[in-house]
């Protein structure tokens, strides 16, 4: 199956924001680097803006490097791409995700704050990356819990 322009046979997912700049992406890279052999993972938004270097920041403390990402437009997948799982990370994305991904058997609302919309000094706003990127980790490890229950049923 065609997929970003790929053949592959794994399942597609899609982290589904607004501007692909913080939470679609740090989710990406998460569950690339979790599940990356079971999945192919890759984020899209409504209005791509540049990735927010807190999120770079954050999730270079974990490990995780998002430099080589790019901010993509959810158009640039749509009718061109299929996916098993469209993930929204916030509600704005998700009111579109039915009409955008009719064919999707899996669309999940996760609903997460914005980091970058809090405002204050950089302590209080990479506190806030951290625990965006905190809750994505445990969402994508629940998650993935919950997909391999599902298979391991007769």
């Not at 890759?42 to 990402?69: F, K, T, W």
């Not at 039915?98 to 990479?126: M, N, Q, S, T, Y």
């Amino acid at each position: 199956m065609t997929r970003y322009g790929f053949m592959d046979d794994k399942e597609a997912v899609l982290f589904f924001g607004t501007a692909n700049a913080s939470r679609s992406q740090m989710a990406e890279g998460l569950l690339r680097t979790s599940a990356g052999d079971r999945f192919l993972v890759l984020s899209a938004g409504l209005n791509p803006q540049p990735i927010d270097p807190m999120a770079l920041r954050v999730m270079d403390e974990v490990g995780i490097d998002l430099r080589g990402h790019r901010p993509k437009s959810v158009y640039h997948f749509y009718r061109r791409d299929r996916f098993d799982y469209v993930i929204s990370v916030c509600a704005r994305s998700h009111l579109r995700c039915a009409e955008l991904f009719a064919d999707v058997k899996h669309r999940e609302l996760w609903p997460i704050d914005d980091p970058a919309a809090v405002e204050g000094g950089e302590l209080k706003r990479l506190d806030a990356f951290r625990r965006t990127r905190d809750r994505l980790d445990s969402r994508i490890r629940k998650w993935l819990d919950k997909i391999v229950a599902q298979r391991s049923r007769p």
